[in-house]
């Protein structure tokens, strides 16, 4: 149908929504599994969005220019890379979808100089049949043999309700693949109710065993001081996304965040930003602003953003003398900035 139709009988209610469907308030919703149902809902409709093949490329170019507008310089993305189609009935493949990426992020570099590119970490849709994670880490061996410069790991996304899947642990499949494939798994978010399992933290534990490279969302890391130890010995950092934890109901109040206690006590952790556009958030800048006013606390100051800036490099993938060319791009802009502030006040 074409949506004139729409637009011709009610075009701010039609916009309203679509708006509603595509986004979220926090308030709307009963419980967490009620939200990330909502979540599911959205993810289906914009999949079927912009992986039109036409727009695919828009879409990356539209996201890489609102990165950049925001200060990010570096990005490394979870995606399950979906399948493009158009109105001929092409059948397109997960290279094709990879391959559109990476042309994009070159023609963006091309006339934007300090920005450094993107790194991918393959995420499917978490599932526990056998048959689907066979083809999730085959299409990893896959990803990592065609693209070794832009593929970096793995991980499993459930819209974070991980209490309804089985722990890392019982998937044997990640066992045999783990000195091939790096990964960078979710744990440790949920707060898992009427079950006498303790299944968010199993998951952190048989994440840090897999040997992933990060944990993200660990909301439950602080109770274990023992993983807290291990994780600063291997510097493996925890991600924290605070607007997200914040609307998918696991945090109320920012200064009761976990991540509060890893600030003051100086374990290693990255700001990322989830989902920012279903809560209308930019790119990165309003999570980095939540992390320094709500959570950490009074007695932060510059030194702290500016650690949190550089952690973005420091736990990243890039290798040493990327890392070190990113940093050397980045303290740049960082000194200009400071310049450009002091001058001003």
Known sequence: MLMSNFHMQDSMSYRDKLRATLSMD????????????????????????????PMWPTFLFSMLEDFY???VTYVELRSSLPIMYDLSGTNYTIWDTANSLITVTNIFRSTHDDFIGIKLIYAPVRDYNDSSMQDYLQIARFLKAKFPKFFIGFDLISFGDECQFQPLG??????????EIDFYFHAG?????????????????????????????????????????????LKIAAEVCPLSNHYMQYVNDFSQHPAAYLISAGYPIVV????????NAAPLTDDFYVAFVGIANGQANLRLLKQLAMNSFLYSALTEEEKHNALSKWHNNWDHWVDNFVRRT
Request: aromatic share 6%; net charge positive; hydrophobic share 35%.
């Open 26 to 53: 926090a308030h709307s919703y009963t419980n967490a599994t009620h939200l990330a149902n909502h979540l599911k809902r959205a993810h289906r409709l914009i999949h079927g969005l912009i992986t039109y093949r």
């Open 189 to 233: 978010e949920s707060r898992c109710q009427n079950t006498t399992t303790n299944l968010p933290d199993a998951n952190l534990i048989d994440a840090l065993l897999l040997g992933s490279k990060r944990l993200g969302n660990p909301l439950n890391l602080p109770l274990h001081p023992e993983m807290l130890r291990v994780m600063k010995l």
């Open 272 to 279: 990322g930003s989830d989902y920012p556009y279903f809560w």
């Open 170 to 179: 019982s998937a044997i499949q990640l066992l045999h693949i783990s000195k």
């Open 69 to 71: 507008a925001d200060g």
